[in-house]
């Protein structure tokens, strides 16, 4: 699995970032049943220059969380299969299938943590694997979907030992 991090802004987070970010997205690969290495991209930013991808992607004028850009088209959420014929899917240099890009604001991992009650590392953890389920397909539009996703999410969580 290769996993690209840049990090933007002087905030800092008070954990490995590098390290939890790995140790989620290689256990969301593992536990969705991903048949092939993998690439993803991690972005950590500010408040506001995620405001300004909010605005612009999802024209929402305020600052998230997370943002998750997926490059692939699921059948089903979670669904691998079909992809060997799909060339596109996979980086020509790695062989990788480009899964897409993950955005976190470091401000609001520090922020929903102490409103949460918990420590940073577990907030952005959290959205680490709420970001990958998005780009394995999942949603959280409807009860039912948002249902599978908190459920998919804490598992992933505990299988890396991040509780709350």
Do not use: W
Request: net charge negative; aromatic share 10%.
């Amino acid at each position: 699995m290769n996993f690209y991090l840049e990090e933007e802004g002087s905030v800092s987070l008070p954990f490995d970032t590098e390290e939890t970010a790995r140790a989620v997205i290689e256990e969301a690969l593992a536990f969705e049943g991903c048949p092939y290495e993998a690439e993803v991209n991690l972005l950590l930013t500010t408040d506001e220059e995620i405001h300004a991808m909010n605005r612009e992607f999802r024209r929402i004028d305020a600052p998230t969380d997370v943002l998750s850009f997926p490059l692939l088209e699921y059948e089903a959420p979670g669904d691998f299969s079909g992809f060997e014929e799909k060339i596109d899917a996979f980086d020509p240099e790695s062989g990788e299938l480009m899964l897409g890009d993950i955005v976190i604001s470091k401000d609001k991992v520090l922020k929903q943590a102490e409103e949460y009650g918990h420590s940073p590392r577990r907030e952005f953890a959290f959205l680490i694997a709420h970001s990958m389920l998005h780009l394995f397909g999942y949603d959280h539009m409807e009860d039912a979907q948002r249902l599978v996703m908190e459920q998919k999410q804490r598992e992933i969580l505990e299988r890396v030992g991040i509780l709350r």
